[in-house]
Structures are given as C-alpha cells and as structure tokens.
C-alpha cells in the first residue's frame, strides 16, 4: 500500500477516525492498540508473512529488553555485557539472513571458483521481510539504549510493539529512537489542530516533490540506464545529476509524508532530511542526508570506533569513517556497489579529516542581498558534483556496469548535446526546489510559510496549495513506488 495512493487514504481516513472516537482517545493503551493493529494490517497488505516475523522478532527483543534491565539491577554486569553483545548480534544475524545471506554465499562460492576450487551455492527462497533495514535498527538501539541507562525498558508488550511497527516509517523510516518515541507513546492523544495541518501541509509538499519531479524523473533515468552503453557522454552526465535530484525528491518526499501523518497523530517523528543540497562539503551532506540513519550508525558504530583508533591520530579518524561510511553504503542493499558507493563518500572524507575541518559544522551565511556567497555557492555546486557521481555505484545492478557507465562519461562524446525527454515544466519545478530549498533553509518544510507578506493572507495560501494539488493532478500517472521500499 503506497502513502500516495487512494488506497493509503481510505486506510488513513479509517485509522483517524478510529483513533479520535471519544472512547480511544481517553486512554493512550487504547489508541496503542489501535495504532498496533493498523500497523500490522499495513504491512500484511504487503504480504502476511512478513507479519509473523515481525512479531516474532518483536516478542523476543521485548523480552530481552526486560531481561537485560533485571540483570542490570542485580549488579550482574558480566552477563549484562553479555546479554547485550547476545541482543546486538541477534539483530545484525537477523538482518543478515534475510537481506545478505545469499549474497554472501553467492560471492563467497565465486571467489573459491575464481581459485580454482570447485564450490557451489544454492539460492535459498529467502522472503526478505519489507522495511527489515528499518526495523532491525529500532530493535537493535532499544537493547543499547536500555544498556546505556537511557531508557527503562517498556513493560507493555503492545506499546514496544507499536514503536516498531509504526506504520508511517516502518517502511521506509525515519528509524526513530526509543528515547524520544516511546515516550509519546505512554500519553493519550487529542487532535491538536495547528500540528494536524501543519501535517498535511508537510503530506502536501511530499506529494508534490514525489508525484511531479521524482515519478517523471524515475521515467527518465530508467529508460537511460536501460541503454546507457548507447547513450551520449553528455547524457550520462545529465542523468547522474537528475538520478540525484530523483533520489533526492522520491526520500525525501516520502519522508515529508510520513512525519506528516504522525503529526495528524500526534507524534514527533525523527527529522530525515535538513537541506542537503545546500552542503559544502561531503561531512555536511552526510549531517543533513539520511538524517536518522546517519545518526544512528553515527552514534553506535563510529563514536565507539574512533574512542578504539584514538591512538592512531588522523589515520584512526579515516579508518572509523571508511568503516562507518562503508556500512551505510551497505545498509542499502546486497551488493558490492553499495559497498563501492561508501568507499567512494569515505575517500570524499579525507581531504577534511586531513585538514583538521571534519568536525566543524560552520554556520551557512547569506550576503547582503540574503544570497549564497560566490565562495559557499561554488563548494555546493562542487559537492553536489562529487555526490552525483556516487550514485552511479547506488544505481548499478554490478560493479562492472558501474564502471561502464563512467566509461561511457569518459568517451568523446562528452562533448555533445544532451539528448533527454525531460518535460520543460519539470525542469521548472526542479529549479523552483532548489530556489525553496535555500529561501526556506530555516524551516522544516517549505510550506510552513510566514506570516507576513503576501503569505499573512488566507487566500493567497490557499491559492498556492490549490496550485500545487492542481499539478499533482497534471503530472499524476501510474504510482512509482518508492525507492527506498527496497531497502
């Protein structure tokens, strides 16, 4: 079931009624069980088997969870070292079944056949569950943060549950931490009317950058990959820095949807993208790109790390980073290109870590006439550049169809006139993004207008939402799922 479809709005309109009655809002277990149930009939739509998974692997970390605080509070700290390592692992083995073991076994039967060793591997018939990256990461930090005495463990197996069946971000995320959802989790919920519209202004600005740029564009990019060995130098180019905007726009776009229908709910869901096209350097797309992933192998994989590799100066730092970055870019999926993918945003890394700037997050500045600076303007054209080119890694089905493509790059005809059927309007709607992205660099969405002005007017809002529904009716055509759906 797609966010942005008829079929996802009658689903909603159902969980807000529900949700809101006079009897379920006067108890917060009530509206968990509603929310529970919804989640779970949400990602049986998808396939019912998957349900039994996550339920399954649900139960379990609920019941560490408690295991691990009763350890705690007996002193035991041996075994609760040892139950955590246990919970931890449990998690990476969960996801590695499901989403790597093939993989593995698959490149591991080649190289023994690459040494002249006679190996098979039979491709199991392995459901991969939807959304397991996402979920994986929430049952894996709630055992850490219990670990760290951030949290105390949830006693309630249906509130435990809901937090990590969330139906807005089970999917795709944002992966939200124990620490700031489960909280709200534990109140009850009336309709607060200025974040419920505030909600469906950020749906509204989802849509639009999913259903008019990132669906149009997918058509585009995939009808150019599909035949790239034949295509021009110059549209390849072109089409590294559209897959950009498209990856960019379809995310984030999903995520402006999501953390818009837990508004309407009334939850705070994490933030998952702050601007990233407006970064000047690798280190600060990283911070605004991703957000909660980011984060997350941020806190529990590179902080300990670079503690570990404090010892080995600049080259400690690199190490943690291409292990922290390398991880990210397999995150994503089971293939040695994301692999690649990482490795290259790490090698980005170390021309900062080098120059003693990768720490240091300097405030973006406007001139005078409320501009990008020639010299921040120039850094973010370059940036965006060097990411571009990286995603040629993320798109590639294999590392030699990876490198072809950037042979085809290389060729001659660089030098020729692109040649993409680009809708001239999309191109405009992907200027006037960009343009939004600057003006409303502040704000955690572009339709959260001011007050003053021409905006302090009802009217001319209204206007301006009608416009952008009116184009989503334009550009609408078949639903193009989303592509994070796949990791």
């Known amino acids: 079931m797609v966010v942005n479809s008829v079929r996802f709005l009658f689903f909603f309109i159902v969980v807000f009624a529900v949700y809101y009655l006079p009897f379920t809002k006067k108890s917060s277990r009530r509206q968990n069980i509603w929310l529970l149930l919804a989640s779970y009939f949400f990602y049986g739509m998808v396939d019912w088997k998957m349900v039994v998974i996550l339920l399954g692997a649900t139960a379990v970390f609920y019941a560490l969870g408690l295991w691990l605080k009763d350890m705690m509070q007996k002193g035991r700290a041996k075994q609760t070292s040892h139950l955590t390592t246990f919970g931890v692992a449990l998690g990476i083995c969960l996801l590695l079944y499901f989403k790597y073991l093939n993989f593995f076994g698959d490149s591991f039967a080649e190289l023994l056949s690459a040494l002249g060793l006679k190996a098979t591997w039979t491709t199991l018939n392995i459901i991969v569950p939807v959304g397991v990256s996402f979920f994986t990461f929430k049952l894996i930090s709630y055992l850490i943060e219990i670990h760290r005495e951030h949290i105390e463990p949830s006693k309630d197996m249906v509130e435990f549950a809901t937090y990590i069946a969330f139906f807005p971000t089970l999917l795709s995320g944002p992966i939200d931490r124990p620490n700031t959802f489960i909280p709200q989790l534990r109140k009850s919920h009336s309709l607060d009317y200025a974040q419920a519209v505030d909600g469906c202004r950020q749906i509204l600005w989802g849509m639009f950058t999913k259903i008019c740029i990132a669906d149009h564009l997918a058509i585009v990019t995939e009808s150019v990959w599909s035949d790239y060995s034949s295509q021009a130098g110059s549209t390849l180019l072109l089409w590294t820095l559209l897959y950009t905007m498209q990856i960019y726009t379809d995310f984030d776009g999903y995520s402006n949807m999501a953390i818009g229908v837990g508004k309407i709910l009334g939850f705070n869901i994490t933030r998952n993208f702050n601007h990233p096209l407006l970064a000047r350097n690798i280190a600060e797309f990283w911070r605004n790109w991703h957000i909660s992933l980011t984060s997350w192998v941020t806190d529990y994989v590179f902080m300990p790390l670079n503690i570990a590799f404090r010892n080995m100066a600049n080259w400690g730092v690199m190490l943690a980073v291409t292990i922290n970055i390398v991880l990210i870019g397999l995150w994503h999926g089971a293939n040695w290109t994301f692999g690649l993918f990482g490795l290259y945003?790490?090698?980005?890394?170390?021309?900062?870590?080098?120059?003693?700037?990768?720490?240091?997050?300097?405030?973006?500045?406007?001139?005078?006439?409320?501009?990008?600076?020639?010299?921040?303007?120039?850094k973010m054209l370059l940036n965006f550049f060097l990411v571009s080119i990286g995603f040629v890694f993320f798109q590639a089905g294999s590392v030699t169809d990876a490198f072809s493509f950037f042979e085809g790059i290389l060729s001659l005809s660089l030098f020729s006139?692109?040649?993409?059927?680009?809708?001239?309007?999309?191109?405009l709607l992907i200027i006037i993004v960009l343009i939004m992205e600057w003006t409303t660099r502040k704000k955690e969405h572009p339709l959260q207008l001011p007050t003053d002005g021409i905006f302090k007017y009802s009217a001319v809002r209204y206007l301006l939402y009608t416009a952008i529904s009116l184009l989503m009716f334009l550009f609408a055509g078949e639903v193009e799922t989303f592509i994070y759906f796949q990791f």
Do not use: C, Q, Y
């Open 345 to 378: 945003h790490a090698i980005l890394f170390m021309p900062l870590v080098l120059s003693g700037s990768f720490g240091k997050n300097k405030k973006l500045r406007p001139n005078d006439h409320n501009l990008p600076k020639l010299k921040d303007f120039s």
């Open 417 to 427: 006139m692109p040649t993409l059927a680009v809708k001239k309007l999309t191109l």
